[in-house]
């Protein structure tokens, strides 16, 4: 069987095998083209054509090009992950009076991240810590099934539009085939990745492990951060990454990243399901130490009229605090990283106790209990109610906020900032110590003062 040994355009419209019609061309790459078509026995469902006509000298190297293309294919067809494009079928037809050969691939609809970038514009620390949250877990399938994707980039990740999440598509099964073909012939072989996303070990010498997947995936995540090519981020004089000055993240992403781009692959982690933990790590070390800091905070006792004791209610509190950080350590990173930093986990998932919570994780120092106070009713044998005065309370968050964000910006330590600046509050107000401010206006003044000696602790670092 003679195959189609040169690529000719298909017109809009062509049908293929009494079934796939071609929509347009999307794609061309060295071994054919890539369609967008759709099924018309399948309800006109929208499907991806990809092409395989390597530039080969023989029909023997043609066959042998075949047979390691359907096997390939093969691998493909047994993934099953939501985040992965389906295999449907090896599609075999002639053109022209030409046999050739398809992979038919379910379509994504949605924007590639290239795109996204060109567009938008460079993405926050937020976003990319949960395309990467969003992403391990595909890689960490993979790399199980004993495949490696090779080609990691912003131009083969696509956002669906359907729920927002990455899809990883392009594999590298054509060049594979093409490149073993290569081999066997003595013929020059066809790098299989992108230069400046691809580790040395990949585009020097061909190989490819799992964490050349991950040095793929942290360069992606650079671009995007930065606005930047690879080229412009990497020195290659020194043979390093030199990105920092380009992008204002957390220390703690920045080292992740830096680990990922390790140049030798025993340096980098052994696999994606270990940078899950890590980020699982960072994000419930944080958790942790704002419990920490709610456990060592001094409370003014309660009414004693009242038969309520503060500190029993605050024990009790910061307990049912600790047992929802528990639950939420077994969720995706993505959840958890980006649910505390927006405020967007969902009600339901997270309890009441877990709604206080992601209210306060960005509350500074002494204030903490005295909002959290402020904005519910507490008495030993009721539920939390909604306190009245919500205005104030609102004011009162964006401008916790606006001085959390100055803090990231600045890449400080908030836990030790909001100590620094309690204890500059305390050496001008030794009486107040142990006495719980509220939203009462004999208070308002004393936090006016909090905030001033916070901005003007952080003037000083900008």
């Given at each position: 069987m003679e195959m189609a040994k040169t690529s000719a355009l298909l017109r809009d419209g062509t049908i293929l095998n009494d079934r796939y019609r071609i929509i347009?061309?999307?794609?061309?790459?060295?071994?054919?083209?890539?369609?967008?078509?759709?099924?018309?026995?399948?309800?006109?469902?929208?499907?991806?054509?990809?092409?395989?006509?390597?530039?080969?000298?023989?029909?023997?190297?043609?066959?042998?090009?075949?047979?390691?293309?359907?096997?390939?294919?093969?691998?493909?067809?047994?993934?099953?992950?939501?985040?992965?494009?389906?295999?449907?079928?090896?599609?075999?037809?002639r053109i022209d009076g030409k046999n050739c050969l398809f992979l038919v691939q379910e379509y994504i609809d949605g924007d590639s991240y290239w795109d996204l970038l060109q567009r938008g514009g460079k993405f926050s620390e937020k976003e990319v810590a949960k395309l990467l949250a969003e992403l391990l877990p595909v890689l960490d399938y993979i790399h199980r099934e004993n495949l490696i994707h090779r080609d990691i980039s912003p131009d083969n990740l696509i956002k669906r539009n359907s729920d927002g999440k990455p899809v990883l598509i392009d594999f590298g099964c054509v060049k594979i085939a093409a490149n073993a073909v290569s081999q066997s012939t003595g013929k020059h072989i066809t790098l299989i990745g992108k230069k400046g996303y691809a580790p040395e070990e990949q585009m020097g010498r061909g190989k490819a492990v799992p964490s050349s997947d991950l040095y793929s995936l942290a360069a992606t995540i650079l671009v995007l951060l930065t606005g930047k090519q690879p080229d412009e981020l990497y020195d290659s004089y020194k043979g390093r990454w030199n990105w920092r000055s380009h992008a204002k993240i957390s220390p703690e992403l920045a080292k992740i990243l830096d680990k990922m781009l390790a140049y030798h692959p025993r340096d980098r982690y052994s696999s994606a399901e270990k940078v899950s933990q890590v980020l699982t790590a960072k994000s419930h070390s944080f958790a942790s130490s704002f419990i920490s800091r709610l456990r060592t905070l001094v409370v003014a006792p309660g009414d004693p009229h009242s038969g309520y004791n503060s500190t029993e209610a605050i024990s009790s509190f910061v307990s049912k605090i600790s047992s929802n950080i528990s639950r939420l350590k077994t969720q995706t990173f993505s959840a958890q990283m980006t649910g505390f930093a927006s405020g967007k986990i969902e009600p339901a998932k997270l309890g009441r106790f877990g709604l206080i919570?992601?209210?306060?994780?960005?509350?500074?120092?002494?204030?903490?209990?005295?909002?959290?106070?402020?904005?519910?009713?507490?008495?030993?044998?009721?539920?939390?109610?909604?306190?009245?005065?919500?205005?104030?309370?609102?004011?009162?968050?964006?401008?916790?906020?606006?001085?959390?964000?100055?803090?990231?910006?600045?890449?400080?330590?908030?836990?030790?900032?909001?100590?620094?600046?309690?204890?500059?509050?305390?050496?001008?107000?030794?009486?107040?110590?142990?006495?719980?401010?509220?939203?009462?206006?004999?208070?308002r003044q004393y936090r006016e003062k909090w905030y001033q000696i916070a901005n003007k602790l952080l003037e000083k670092q900008e």
């Open positions: 347009r061309q999307i794609g061309r790459g060295g071994f054919g083209r890539t369609y967008l078509a759709e099924d018309t026995q399948r309800y006109r469902e929208k499907c991806v054509l990809k092409e395989f006509a390597p530039q080969v000298e023989s029909d023997r190297a043609l066959r042998k090009a075949e047979e390691l293309f359907e096997r390939e294919a093969g691998i493909l067809y047994k993934l099953k992950h939501e985040q992965i494009p389906r295999f449907e079928a090896l599609l075999r037809t919570l992601l209210g306060v994780v960005v509350v500074p120092g002494f204030l903490s209990f005295s909002l959290i106070k402020s904005w519910f009713n507490l008495s030993p044998s009721s539920s939390l109610k909604p306190s009245r005065n919500t205005s104030l309370l609102q004011r009162e968050q964006d401008r916790q906020q606006e001085i959390y964000q100055r803090i990231k910006a600045l890449n400080l330590n908030s836990s030790s900032f909001y100590e620094r600046v309690d204890r500059v509050f305390y050496q001008k107000y030794p009486e107040l110590k142990g006495v719980r401010l509220t939203e009462k206006l004999e208070h």
